[in-house]
């Protein structure tokens, strides 16, 4: 259990009150107890702090008369509580070493202090650097490169020839590296396209539960430093996703799309393929991008929920609205309130 | 194979017809032989009785003018049918054992009569209640509870600290309590929040193939008793699904949103983060859902299939639709027609 | 490194040029080196031949006195580029063998040079035909039957008594044959219908990663002959999916719902149940289908995006088209202009 003067040089910012006081966990401002260490991450919840118990607060050094307990001052304080709640973090540890029931190729190269957990196998020509972490029943495909500190959860598949890069997590049941949906249509049916390129991930890159990338056809699917990928994502063969990219649940990005730097797709946005997505780009959820998007910005598509009822006659009246429109001009031909826009569809 | 008389016992149902009579099979009225049991779920499907070849039906005391067969009588047939399953049920059983190729933690904790089968791993400091099945190549995290009579399916992987309860089922493929999507963004790229709360789910819940909850940050992700959870469905961190709540493929609920009891939530629905969603509250499929629904009743979005071109003058109008509402207006001024709701969007 | 000339004999086309000409890769036109094998696939695409390095391309015949090089002569070029991926392709190797790690039930049956991997698990009474490859930690549940030369990758769970054809690929983490999502309504709470059938897959069918087609309850659920599905796709209990028809990632399809032949059904569309879809339909990315389609040809649905503030404004329009179209209705009647269609809804 840290101190808060513990905390303070763990997190390198200043502090104020009794250094020596014992904080036992992390906790919002509404439940934290005087063991615990909560925060202030916008100056807008700085009236919450009338009510808390907490025994101390991260919060901004502008904010200190909010408050006249234990603090940490920091800048920027939801970044100071995601940097302490390492501190706090009570995940299981890794072994740094091969569980009996590991298969390991005699053909993988293994760096220092490598984890491999039972039922987890490693095939030949793969390469692990230090500390890497194989979950139970993760497989890592024949020639696969993974840097140093990278972790590949539970049940996690990455096929062959995979690159994936230092301090990853992979997180459980996601597949990286499968064919990408390349077939031909011939008179006899689909006919199958190989994909024989592979997946490119960089560094410090989170990829959620059961989500699935690609490899390429020809192409390398990459997914460059930093970006952080949800759960139940779909990433086609061939696709970019630029750094520091956040690509939130169930989004779906069809082959050979390009996303830019630091884009937020919001859950269950989809992307048709072969487009491009300039930097800087925010998608709502359910965002339907189906043409390139050249502009920095905040886009959204799609029908607010309505009641059933209402929703039936706005959703009828829809497929009406060429219709309507063409009505409304005819109105404004006969009141003599033409519009110079253009009318035809 | 079960004879009338032992169906109407089993199923506490009085019957019509020879007791003796063997019934092989559950069919559907249409595909049904002399051999097999069927049944009638709601009064519309009456009319189909003229044609079965079913040698019993199941259907409501007050319909039984409209069969001269063999009958079971149940106010509600069509949960009667679904008991009729279980007796009819063909799934292989438990073994009531551990595999030797099973990886079991020597502090791990079994009840009795637990099966664990090849190549699943249970890990130190898990509690598995009585008649717990944990299927092939599935993982139990450290310190993870299961309650009796639960079944985790083939490749499904329960992280650490995860509490489930009594008779639940959780499907193949599925990730329970892998890390939620929290980050802090800071000048360096996004910064991981630990994820140091847990996920608890009650008793008789079920959970499909590939479907994943994620753990909390500070709070814990929480299905009450007798929901029910699709396949491909995303439950993200701190989320809270109501008692007997239904939530169909593939829909998405974003993190610390508040789901009431028996909701029903149709497949690819979407909701937004930090919502709350009242008691029986339907929503329809693809439903975006990005506020706090207060009412009960049922909601929809989105807009219907259309013919390719009819769609895209529609689509192309939407984007109009404002400008639409203003030319109105001007008409309406110009006619002498003003109405009073507000224009200003 | 093949040839040209072998090239031509393995694919069955004529050629151009020198036949002793080693190809070493495939590769795109613009990224194609000497050394490597391209291809034009649209003749609107010819004019990239100009700056292209490739030391031979597959193209029409009709296209021949657009390129002076090395060439390979096919009618479907791109066909022909899809049958030379598999000469250059790079993908591991199955073993031929049963490796010491994989758990194989004494009652399963095993055609020749069945190849399954470590951590796999194949229960009793499956039967596996010539040549089938069980990847690492793959689970085969009791009397399963798959076809000769059918691959399923790491971590697939295929389910008790569930058929697949031949020459079939079962991605990464997709589950096969779990129970559909069926429950009766009770006072208590929802009950379970257990599903008795099975998922029936035909030949030359492959199933992306982490996708789920559910067993069904009464009636098969059925993948016919030469069907592709991509990643992350849910097909519910009792479906049945077309021979050649096409399903991109994410695509929900729920119970009951009978898909025709040759359709393409694009990323993210969803189905509602009880459906009929005619063969040669085309439905777009998102569609959101909620009836029967009974005509070939092109459907979509849903509204494209707009920078935020434009959509807010059109999204608020939409839940009150109902009152626009009522107010031009109003303004025609007032000017004399009155439509005769219906504006009841």
Redesign the interface.
Known sequence: MPSLGELATLLELEFRGDAARPLQ????LD?ATPDDLSFVSEKKHLSRLTDTRAGAVILHPEWIDHWSGCALLSD?P??A???A??I?????QASRSV?E?A?VSEGARLGKQVTI???A?V?ADVVLGDRVWI???A?V??GTQIGADTVI???A?I???VHIGERC?I?????IG??G??????AD????????ATVIIGN?V?I?????I?RG???DTVVE??A?I???V?I?HGVRVG??T?I???V?I?GSTEIGARCVIA??A?M?GHLTIADDVH?????????S?TEP????????????R????????????????R??A???K??G?E?K?DNN?
């Open positions: 966990r992390l906790a919002a439940v920027t939801y970044v509580f995601a940097r709640t390492r706090f973090d009570n995940h299981p569980h029931a298969v957990d039972a039922g196998c095939e979950g139970a029943g497989y495909g024949h959860k539970p049940g598949v096929c062959h020839a997590t997180h459980p049941n996601s597949t499968a064919d949906f390349g077939f031909a249509s011939s049916g689909w006919v199958k396209i190989e994909q024989l410090d989170e959620g539960s059961n989500s699935t690609d056809a020809l192409e430093d930093g952080i949800d759960n139940l779909q086609g750094s520091q956040a939130a649940s169930q779906g069809s859950g269950q989809g048709a998608i709502g959820g359910q965002g339907r991008v189906a043409s998007v910005g905040h886009y959204s598509s799609g029908t607010p929920i309505q009641p059933l209402a929703w039936l006659r706005s959703a009828s009246r829809f497929t009406q609205l060429d219709q309507m429109a009505r409304i005819q109105l404004e006969a009141a309130l519009q826009e569809a």
